[in-house]
Each structure stands twice: as structure tokens, then as C-alpha cells.
């Protein structure tokens, strides 16, 4: 390690082993940041009122995160953030992904299809409410409570106001549960996007590494009544060079880590769960740069699956890595049984270490069912099944009609009141729909699933009948009308009458197959899911009694706190300073993808300050989730935005190790410089208020 | 367990735990092979006489077993192991695979582009020899001798016989050498080949399963001086109904198993070996996939391969399962702490198990780049160098060219004098290249390497420059024309000078690439293979000293003899009786592929008794390469041809599991069948002297 404060080294010093965070550890709630602590760290001096000027400058947007940056509802992310509302606003005439997208008014801003924001407003503990909902119950059934009562509590707290959006927060692995109050925009417009090879630079090679030199960023607006929102409180503006050794702080929503996992659930992760996602994803890579290869139009239309797909892939290579790197296994063993000597004895008859031991051998069992039939409905980890986007439009169609025929409480959870209107929102999106593509992909996903389950399996047999893979892939999506969102929203409002009469074959294939998706789905929940909830909790209340409030929760996709320094890498393999340049950019291009400057890029060269620092790293806990991430210093000024992290952080979904995490930072200079010198963004660059 | 006779129930009794085999366990070489056990264990009374014979009735055909059925020099192997042979004499438009090869006359029989057969004449021990040559040395010099001395012996003892092949086989990981000495038939005809689909009804999805209905049959036959071989010894055909619970015998060349693999090994290969084989082959499944998927051409192009990578990647996949089981891990735990607690204080500080420890960091950090860039040297594990066959045969040139420059006992080990005949007879041998498929192959192979590898490896640095995969790959491929035998002739026979002065770009490219690819060979040898071979020989003696020769030695590719029952499984999920029928054949086809049945099959269904056994199970331990292993009754009359085993049995590579230890068998009934009733081969029928 380097450049460590004297603070930050004392802290290191002084804070235990075990499974209390350490120093810069933890992807902190808003409501429970160790702010004592971060001051003593870091040598800063942040209080309440600057946590809560944070947290309301930061914005969700999809799966990303984002800061506002002026009062206008000026919001930057990266670029990865906005790539499919890119792909969508684009033709393979009008290529934005190719030109960048550089609207020079406001009315050349264009909504992002399907695109909502939101800010966090609020926090409200209901952990109480939520225990008491699934107590005394076992299985499906304490599945279902919880489900249902998460449900009625933001039924009741946001109704229907589109402008909000409340969510039941699971934290601590069921330990805690909170309502999450969102102000939320459903009229999201993108502002600025580079040329792509600008922000991908170095393509999947260089993705999760460093030194890069990339600017992955973008910006989008917030709008309310088609009017620029009003966003008084947002970040300001700051386009220093940076210092190494700043402190920093970084907001945003990491996605999911499972760090309170016990060592007998990371093992069935390692041999089961890993291994299924990254070699069925690995294949369709293949399938789709093979396909990609074939002309321009398939170019075209596989460039943003395939970007999405290698970033998903390599992000599970790191965590393969993590998960069969001795040292690092024996790091968690090591947290296990400081934790279990403490703890055990406490226990009781109740042991959730014993209870998780034998729940593994039933979730190796049922994983790869789960996943390929039932991925992407938010319940099993990959998001595979149909493999294809009007695969799930037509699911979410013939379940939607299904489920909203009973009340609330009763229905799968995804279908719960109080989510049907972001459900809704992306189901009515126009979006383009490539035919070929969609064959593609639900001919691999057909195809994997027959494969991993069998040929003889009652699900795969309920899937394919006589047909094959190709046969029925192509039946399908030839005849299929939901490519049409007018259709699509028909179906949705005639309910399950309009769906049942419908004779569109994908949504009578998606009737078909119901009886044997649900079966497996309901199987998981009974004997995975609530099990594995139930033991999880027990454990998340031990932890209290040994580490006391010390402890973060894992990340749930939700707003988080970390904290840091700016840093480069000192590991055997992975040595380099914090900085990079656009010198260095120029110096690293071969001219032959992915390592070609993009055109405008390159032709702005001599306009553009060759040490402007490009990207940086910084030591603050992460994951992914965290793209997009307002970079901020102890003044509150935003000096960057997260976009990455390098492969070896990737064990940060398991657990915590200073020495190797690193994410990796797009700078406000870099993007000014973009701005500028690049792309003529003037009015950008005034509404920024660039110093 | 079910069907066992009283003897062999006993046997399970009276044999201790530990790693001593276990009843029917073992894949014995023919000069230690446990007569007597054996004749206990199953109730037979075989002998050496017996042993002799049907040592010299098997033959090695390629990576495959194979058995002679009549005195004419006919053999019956799979039909996947000519599978390449037929690809190679058939065209788009005269496709043998679709229509199966069906000569009348012995004149139409058509020869194997470089296919050789070998029958084990002679073994000597070379023990002594052997470890003298190493005796003293470490590193590079070790691995270097050893080589050098085994070349010297094969040499010495083969000259330039081109009827004759000799072979150092090292046996218990160097705890023994034998100078195998084999009759070689360098004419090798294919004598017949059913419909392909007749032999791989159900394709991936039913290979490594049963139940199973696969033809997977054919007969090559031997020629000396232009004429069918003179082969008095050879199996008698007994196509008599198969009886469950016979005792039986499977003769043939099991390829490797890593059964004497310290835990600390078997743990590099499930974290570090098998995930990266098996990764990036899904991706070129994919691509391969797609790439038939282009047209009939490449559909034609990509079919053998695409099958030789399923089955490779199947079998991965039945290891992987093997390598995360915790029961399965759990006895091989137990194994070898049994030996440990009986062996370890006589090791004293030469400690082959902290030997092994400690080279397996070495091993998990060079195995990437050993695989990517030496595959298919015979050193690492995968073949996948250069993807492609016109990248491996200019590697042969250049490198061949290199080699022989030098004295033989200094060359690389696979261009010794010795080896240089079979290496000449691959590459002289005409075959057709498809220049678009190569080109696919090559991308991927860079590809892979360069994402695995990282950009600025500097072995990348030097495979690339400054192209990118598919530049690089498209150059390489369209300028070559190694693709010309004549052209491959000439550069081999010009030598050195030939070869530098080539302008064949492929050539230039290989010769550019030498210093990178050598050092990664250089240092695996020396800090990874040679302490693994003095650790395993040291291993070796100390299993002796503790088992006596009731241990066997891995599989290496060499003459072995297995034996077991005929018998089916009674595992959970895995429950069946022993055979399968035509009938059974007919009700599972669907007619969507690959659950189609071959046109000449369908035909004639009302010619075929529809309760003939097609395929069967037997117990005897096994292991890919047996494909094509003659299954012999203990009075020597051969009943089928072991052509698969279920995906459990893949666990075999590591360890034996009696209760799913399970090979697939294609019976002589089902195959008199298909040559009588289905394909009028009249004149085999007559030739195997069908009762």
C-alpha cells in the first residue's frame, strides 16, 4: 500500500480482523454512514448537510448511477450508461454510437425509450413490519408473505403517483428492511454522448484494467411537464487537475455484492452458479461475433448486445479468479471462523451455518433449471431465460395478464401493484427489434437450456415438443407481432382475455409453457429461496451481537456511500500511478480496432492539452452498479465519474481487499476537454460553469 | 449396485480402502494385467495365451482403439473415429457422411489421408536407462535428457523400419519405462461407414448418456505392399443377443487419466486448467455454430469439427462436475490421506506432496499462456495453438526445420529421428482445407490469446503487432499456400533454408513468432514439468513401497485391458437396464435433428427385428480414447465396440467410481443389423463369418 494518510494508517492499525469493516471498506447506507470515521480516515470534515446535498445531487438511471451537475436536470454517467438508449435512437444510417450524439439546443435533446431517473428522497425503516410479516411461516409461504407485505407497504406509501417510487429494501441479508422514497422522472432526454470508440477505447481488452483511456462519459437531462427539471441542489462543477492522494467520495447504486455469504454458499457460487453463466455467455459470444462478421447491418445490430454480454462475461472471470485464488479463500475462511467462534456458541439449535450447509446441495441441483428458465424475472441471478428481448416482453405479457387477475398480494412480487407502472414503462418503450438478432439469441437460449437440463427433462420437453432449437426460434420470432409496441400495449390492457385469444405464436408459446416455468420457479422459492432467506436473517442478527452496527449490508442496487483516496496500484502484476493522459491515449493506439482513436478525437489532437488527465483510480470500495458514479471531493465538487474497476476488485462481490481494489475514474477535466475541444458542446460547457 | 456375481461381491468385501485398486478398477497394462483377480473377480478362466491373443487382435487407430475381425486385415473401430477420414474423402456435393461409404468391393475401398494403425508387438522395461538419463539433473536439463535418452531408445530399437513404430512409455508417472514396440500399417482403407446420423442419433444432447440407439460403427481395413494385410490372429464376430451380466473384457488405448494426481493438482485443474479449455472452447462453439449456419458450404465445412468440439467440451464438462462434487472430492480427500498417513515419514525431506504444493502457483500463473501458445506441442493439455490446421502444419515446418539442424537428443522431443516418420505421414497427407473455417479458427485462437494473455504481454505484442485478430488472421490465410501438400513437401524436404526463404506469409509469421513461443515452452519445462516428473517418479516409488503392484498406471494413450459386466445403472437420475433396442431407436425420433434417423435406416425399419440390442452398458473402467475398444468375452469372440460412457464416468479422468462408472457399446448384433438389413454390405457380412 501507499500514499496512506497517517490517519488512514492508524485506522488500519487499530480496527480489528474479522468481519468488521476496515478502513475504507463498506458501501455504507445514507442513514448509517460511519462519517466519525471517514473524517478520521481521510482528514476530512463532512457532516450531515453534506451527506444530504450528496445523496440528493446523485441520481439512479437504469442499472447505473449518475450525479446532477447543474440546475437545470443536467445529469452526467458514463457513456456504457446511455449506450442503449444510443442504440435505440440510432439506424444503421444515422449512427450515434458511431458520430456521438451532439444536440447544440435543448430541443435536439431525444428522450431515452424506456429511460426513467430517480433520486432518493427518503428512508424509512420498516424492518419491523417486514419481520413480523413472515414470522411463524416456512417455505413458499414466508416467500409469499414477505413478498406481499413489501408490496402493501409501497402500495401505501407512494400509490399511484408516477412521480415516486417506493421500495422495500432487504438489507443485511433480510437483517433490516427499508422504504426507499424516490422523486422519480419518467422524461429522461440524452444531452451528450462521445463517439463510442472514444468512451470504449481499448474495447473488452481493456475493459476492467488500467492504465486506460477511455471517456465513458455522457449526460443526460431530467425533464418534468417537457421542461428542463429544476435541480437546484446538484454537484459543482470541478475541472482541476487532480492531486493524488485526495480524498474522495464516491455515490452511487453498486449492484449486488454477496459478501455476507458463508464459505459453504460461495462454494456452490464457485462450482455451480459461475461456471453455468460464463460458459453458456461465452458461447453466445461466439454465436454473436460470428454474426456480427456478416455484414454491416449485423454489425450494427450485435454491436451493444455484444458490448453488455463481454462486460458481463469478464466481470464473471474476475469473480472466478477471486473464488479459486487460495489466499483470497483463505482470507473469507479466515472472516468465517473469527465470526463463527464468536457467534456459534450463541446460536442455539437455530444454526444458519447448518441450515445454509444443506440448502447447497438442493441449489446445486436446482440452479441451471432456475436460471435458464426462469432468469431475468429478478429471482435467480442470470438473466438468460428467452434470450431475447421479445422473449420477455411476451412473458411479462402473459404473466402480467396472469398474475394481475388476482389481488396484489397474491401475485409473483414482479407483479405487485406498486411495480407495475416501471414495468409498464418499459413494455410500452419503442424500441427497434431486430428479427434475425432475436432468432439468435432465443435459438442459443433454447438451445443451452436443452442442453444443460437435458433432453429428457419434463421443462425441456414442455419447451420444444417435436421441434428443434432453430425451428422453433425461427417459428417464433417469424411470426410474431410484439415488436410493435402498440400491440404490445394492447395485449396489456385487454388483460388475460385479449392475451388468451391472441394468436400470436410467441405469446401462445409463453401460455404453453407456464405450467412447467412456474413449477420450477415455486420449487426454488420453497426450498432455495426461503430457507436461504430465513437462515440469512438469523445470521445478519448475530453479526449485530458480534460486530454491533460496524457492519455495511451487501449491496442491493441501491444508494451507497464509499470512501477513498486517489491511488494507483502497488500489486505484484498490476503497478502504475493514478493518472492517465491523452498523450498517453495517442501514444497507445495502433490505428486497428479496438485500439483506433475515434475519428473526431483524433482529429482534435492538436487542440487538446496532451497532460489533461484522462482517467483515474481511486481506492474506494466498489462494484458494478457503480458505473456512473459521482466522483466527489469533501467540498461536495464533482471531480469525475466511476466507470469501472479492475479485474482483480472483481472479488470485491465476495469480500473486501484494499490492496487490489480499484475503480477506475473518468475525469470532469477529460470531459471538459471532450466538451470542449472535441465535440463543441459549448452550451454544455457554459451551463457547466467551467472555471 | 446390481447383478453382481457372488465372486464379485466378495471381492468388494476383502479389498482394503485406500489406493490399491478395488475390484473391477484398473485400466492394466498387458504385462502386469491381474490375471487372476480378474478370472476371481468375474467367474472366467483367462489365461496368457488368451492375453496374447487379444493383445494382438487390438489395434490403435489414431487417438482410437480398434480390433481386427478377420484374417483379411479388417478392423472394427467407431464411426467417429474415421469421422475425420470420411470428411476428408468426401465434397460438398459427394458427402459419405449424409450418405454413408458403402464399397461393394474391397477396389472401392478408399484410403485414410494419413491415417497408420498399430498393433503392440513387444514391451521392454527401460526403467533403469530411463533414470539414469536424469539422474542428478534438474529443470530443463532434466526434461531435455529424459527426451534425448528415450529418442536414443526408440531409435536404437526401430531405425528406420517404416513397418515398425517404438515408443517410451512412461508408466506411473516416470515410476516405470517401457519401450512399447509396434507393427504399423501406414495404408490404411475405409472399409465402410454408415449414414453419420445412423451413428450419432441424438447428436451432442445424447452423447456421454444412455439410454442410447447409436450405429457408431465402421470398418477400416489394413494393406501391405497394395493389398489387404494377412491377419490370422483377430477377434471371432458374435453377434449373438448380449446376455446382462456377462463378463467382459475391453481392450484398447484409454487416452490419459490423472488418477495419481495430488489434491493440490486436482485443485489447479479445477481452478485454473479446466475453466480456461472449456471457456474459450464455448466461444468457438459458438462461432462455429453460427458459421454453419451461414450456408450449406459451411454447414458441410464446420460439421467434423464442430462434433469433435462438443464431445471435447462434453467430456470438460463431465470433469468440471467431477472436480466441484463434494463426494466425489471427498474420496479422493480420503485416498490420499490414506497414503499419506502410510507413506509420508519414510518420504524424509524429499517430499513429493510439498514438492507438488509448491509448483502449483508456478502452474496457475504459466498455464494461459502455455495452453494458448503451445497447444498441441503434446506438452500442454489443449490443442488449441493457432486454431486452425494450416497455422499447426507451418508450426511443424518451421519449427521441424529448425529442429533438425540439430543433433536428434537436442531437438524438441516430438521432432526426434524417431518421431519424424509419423510426423512426415501428417503432414504429406493430402487433405482439404477450407480457407473461410480456417480463417474463423485462426480469429478465435488470437483472440482468446490476446484477451487471456492481456494486450501487453509481450508474447502478444509479438503474435500481433499492430493488427488486430481478424486482420492478422485474414492476411495469414488468404496469402498461404501451405494448403498445397506439394508446397508443404518441398518446404519440408528444402530444410532451414527452404523455410527462411519462403515468402509464404504463414511461414514468415511462424518463423517471426519463434523467440516468444519457445521461452513460454522453456520456462513451463523448466519450473513446471520438470519438478512435476521428479515429484511424480518419487510419488511413484513411494506407492509401490506402499501398494505393491496392485496399483496401475494412469492411462496414457497405450495398450490397456479393462474388464468388468455387462451391466446397467441403478444411480439416482441415472437409473437404467443395460440395452437398448432399434424399436427404442424409432419411438424416440422426432424427426427434428439431431433426433432424426438417417434416411437408409428409416427405410428399412420393417427389414430390422426390432428387438435387437443396439447399444449396451458395461462396468469396466474407462476412459476417453477407449472409443472403438473391442468388448471381448472371456472365450476372445468380440461382442461391440465401446464407443462412449455416461457424463458421470468422466470422473474417471480423476478417479474410479464403481456405481457410475459406466461405457456405451455398440453391439455386433446391432452392426450385423446395419451392414445386412440396412446398408447390403453383403460381402463383410460374408467376411465376418456372420452365423
Redesign the interface.
Known amino acids: 500500500m501507499r500514499h496512506l494518510t497517517p490517519a488512514l494508517a492508524a485506522a488500519l492499525l487499530t480496527l480489528a480482523a474479522g468481519s468488521a469493516a476496515k478502513a475504507e471498506e463498506g458501501m455504507w447506507t445514507y442513514d448509517n454512514f460511519p462519517i466519525a470515521r471517514a473524517n478520521q480516515t481521510l482528514g476530512t470534515n463532512i457532516d450531515q448537510a453534506w451527506l444530504d446535498k450528496v445523496r440528493l445531487s446523485s441520481v439512479k438511471f437504469g442499472g447505473c448511477s449518475a450525479g446532477l451537475v447543474s440546475g437545470e436536470g443536467l445529469v452526467m454517467t458514463n457513456n456504457h450508461c446511455v449506450a442503449t438508449c444510443v442504440a435505440n435512437l440510432s439506424t444503421q444510417e444515422v449512427n450515434f454510437a458511431e458520430t456521438g450524439f451532439t444536440p447544440r439546443t435543448r430541443e435536439e435533446e431525444r428522450k431515452c425509450p424506456g429511460g426513467t431517473a430517480e433520486i432518493l428522497t427518503d428512508i424509512t425503516d420498516v424492518t419491523e413490519r417486514m419481520h413480523a410479516a413472515g414470522a411463524g411461516l416456512e417455505g413458499q409461504a414466508f416467500t409469499r408473505a414477505r413478498d406481499a407485505e413489501a408490496g402493501r407497504i409501497e402500495q401505501e406509501a407512494c400509490g399511484d403517483d408516477a412521480a415516486k417510487r417506493c421500495q422495500v429494501v432487504s438489507l443485511y441479508r433480510g437483517g433490516q428492511f427499508k422504504l426507499y422514497t424516490y422523486k422519480k422522472y419518467s422524461d429522461v432526454r440524452l444531452a451528450f454522448a462521445p463517439e463510442d470508440r472514444a468512451a470504449t477505447f481499448?474495447g473488452?481488452?481493456?475493459n476492467f484494467?488500467f492504465p486506460r483511456f477511455a471517456i465513458d462519459a455522457a449526460f443526460i437531462r431530467l425533464y418534468e411537464n417537457g421542461a428542463p427539471a429544476v435541480t437546484p441542489t446538484h454537484f459543482v462543477w470541478n475541472a482541476d487537475k487532480p492531486v493524488e492522494g485526495t480524498p474522495v467520495f464516491v455515490t452511487g447504486s453498486p449492484g449486488a455484492t454477496q459478501r455476507l455469504l458463508t464459505q459453504d454458499q460461495l462454494m456452490a457460487v464457485?462450482?455451480?452458479v459461475l461456471?453455468l453463466d460464463?460458459?453458456?455467455a461465452?458461447?453466445?459470444?461466439?454465436?454473436?461475433?460470428?454474426?456480427s462478421?456478416?455484414g454491416e447491418r449485423q454489425a450494427f445490430e450485435a454491436m451493444d448486445p455484444i458490448v453488455g454480454l463481454e462486460n458481463t462475461y469478464k466481470r464473471g472471470?474476475g469473480r472466478?479468479r477471486a473464488l479459486?485464488d487460495p489466499q483470497f479463500l483463505a482470507m473469507k475462511a479466515e472472516q468465517e471462523r473469527d465470526f463463527r467462534s464468536r457467534a456459534e456458541a450463541g446460536a442455539g439449535s437455530n444454526n444458519p451455518w447448518t441450515t445454509l450447509s444443506g440448502v447447497q446441495p438442493t441449489l446445486r441441483e436446482l440452479y441451471p433449471a432456475m436460471a435458464l428458465l426462469e432468469g431475468g424475472t429478478g429471482v435467480g441471478t442470470t438473466p438468460v431465460a428467452g434470450g431475447s428481448q421479445l422473449f420477455l416482453w411476451a412473458r411479462a405479457l402473459v404473466r402480467g395478464a396472469q398474475e394481475r387477475a388476482k389481488p396484489s398480494a397474491e401475485r409473483l412480487p414482479e407483479f405487485a401493484d406498486s411495480r407495475l407502472s416501471a414495468l409498464q414503462a418499459g413494455l410500452f418503450a419503442e424500441r427497434p427489434v431486430y428479427p434475425e438478432l432475436e432468432q439468435?439469441r432465443m435459438e442459443?437460449w433454447l438451445s443451452k437450456t436443452?442442453?444443460w437440463l437435458?433432453?429428457d427433462h419434463p421443462a425441456v420437453r414442455g419447451l420444444l415438443g417435436?421441434?428443434?432449437p432453430?425451428?422453433l426460434s425461427a417459428r417464433l420470432i417469424e411470426g410474431t407481432t410484439l415488436a410493435d409496441p402498440a400491440v404490445r400495449r394492447a395485449l396489456w390492457e385487454g388483460g388475460l382475455a385479449a392475451v388468451e385469444a391472441s394468436n400470436d405464436p410467441l405469446i401462445q408459446y409463453l401460455l404453453s409453457i407456464q405450467d412447467e416455468t412456474r413449477a420450477i420457479r415455486s420449487e426454488w422459492e420453497a426450498k432455495v429461496q426461503a430457507p436461504t432467506d430465513r437462515a440469512s436473517e438469523r445470521l445478519a442478527a448475530l453479526r449485530f451481537q458480534t460486530y454491533g452496527d460496524s457492519v455495511y449490508p451487501d449491496a442491493t442496487g441501491t444508494l451507497r456511500l464509499t470512501y477513498g483516496l486517489i491511488e494507483g496500484s502497488d500489486v505484484p502484476g498490476q503497478r502504475w500511478g493514478p493518472f492517465t493522459t491523452f498523450g498517453g491515449l495517442y501514444d497507445r493506439a495502433?490505428?486497428?480496432?479496438p485500439?483506433d482513436v475515434a475519428p473526431k478525437l483524433l482529429a482534435a489532437k492538436d487542440r487538446i492539452d496532451l497532460d489533461t488527465v484522462m482517467n483515474m483510480t481511486v481506492s474506494s470500495d466498489t462494484i458494478g452498479g457503480s458505473s456512473g458514479s459521482p466522483v466527489v471531493n469533501a467540498q461536495g465538487e464533482i471531480l469525475g465519474a466511476n466507470f469501472d474497476s479492475t479485474v482483480l476488485t472483481q472479488r470485491n462481490a465476495y469480500g473486501y481487499d484494499r490492496n487490489v481494489n480499484r475503480s477506475v475514474i473518468v475525469t470532469t477535466g477529460a470531459v471538459t476537454t471532450a466538451l470542449r475541444d472535441v465535440y463543441g458542446m459549448d452550451g454544455l460547457v457554459a451551463e457547466l460553469g467551467v472555471r
Chains 1, 2 share one sequence.
Not at 461465452?282 to 454474426?291: F, K, Q, T, V
Not at 495502433?590 to 480496432?593: I, L, N, S, V
Open positions: 481499448g473488452d481488452l481493456d484494467s464457485r462450482d455451480v461456471p460464463q460458459l453458456i461465452s458461447e453466445l459470444r461466439g454465436r454473436l461475433i460470428r454474426y462478421e456478416e472471470l472466478m479459486t439468435v442459443w436443452r442442453e437435458t433432453v417435436k421441434e428443434s432453430e425451428q495502433t490505428g486497428a480496432a485500439f
